[in-house]
């Protein structure tokens, strides 16, 4: 028998070799020479996309909605004390005019201040009467049981301050008033009125009318 030459033995061979290569089965996934196939997502069904889209619009609606305003409670002791805070600031303007101050102006500025409740600007005629009405105030105070927390004034008392917290009272001399301007300062306050029915001027009075 001839023995087969070595040209022949290497056709051989690579013959067989393609042939086992193309009847290879492929790698699998993590081994060496693996290609990875992205996972096609299946589109989420109508019913879970209305779910997501009514949840969402939910949401948006309640950004869109303004926050509701805080409620503020009257409360009857809270009622009381500021009936009382204006009853003794009515009372403390009538007194500050009947000791000689002039254009007594008494402010409401509750809505508009976190400090005080009324404020009362009046102008004086000297730095003594300024301090005599001054006293006289604290005096009515203290029969009411409201007493000053503090009082100050100017070094040239030109302006003078008592502090009752719920109501503040201000003394200026005519032009450290004009100065200062507190009145337009608290423009938005309401002014309350404190005359007794024989100071209040007569068309305020209805005699004009």
Known sequence: MPTPSKASTKKKAGAKGRTKAVGAKKPALGQAGAVAVPAVKKPPEAAAIKRKEKK???????????????????????AAQEAEALAFAIEAARLVRDDKCEDVTLLDVRAI????????????????????????????????????????????????????????????????RAHYDLEMLWGDAPRVEWERADQMPRDRAGLNA
Do not use: C, Y
């Not at 619009?57 to 409620?71: D, G, I, N, T």
């Not at 005629?125 to 000053?148: F, I, N, P």
């Not at 927390?149 to 917290?165: I, N």
């Open 113 to 176: 201040s976190q400090v005080s409740d009324f404020i009362i600007v009046a102008s004086g005629t000297s730095d003594r009467q300024m301090h005599s009405v001054l006293r006289h105030v604290e005096e009515l105070g203290r029969d009411r049981g409201m007493r000053s927390q503090r009082s100050s004034a100017d070094d040239r008392s030109t302006w003078l301050l008592l502090d009752f917290v719920d109501l503040v009272v201000h003394l200026f001399e005519p032009n450290t």
């Open 56 to 78: 969402m619009s939910k949401r948006w609606r309640a950004a869109a909605e303004p926050l509701p305003s805080p409620v503020v409670v009257m409360t009857a002791e809270k």
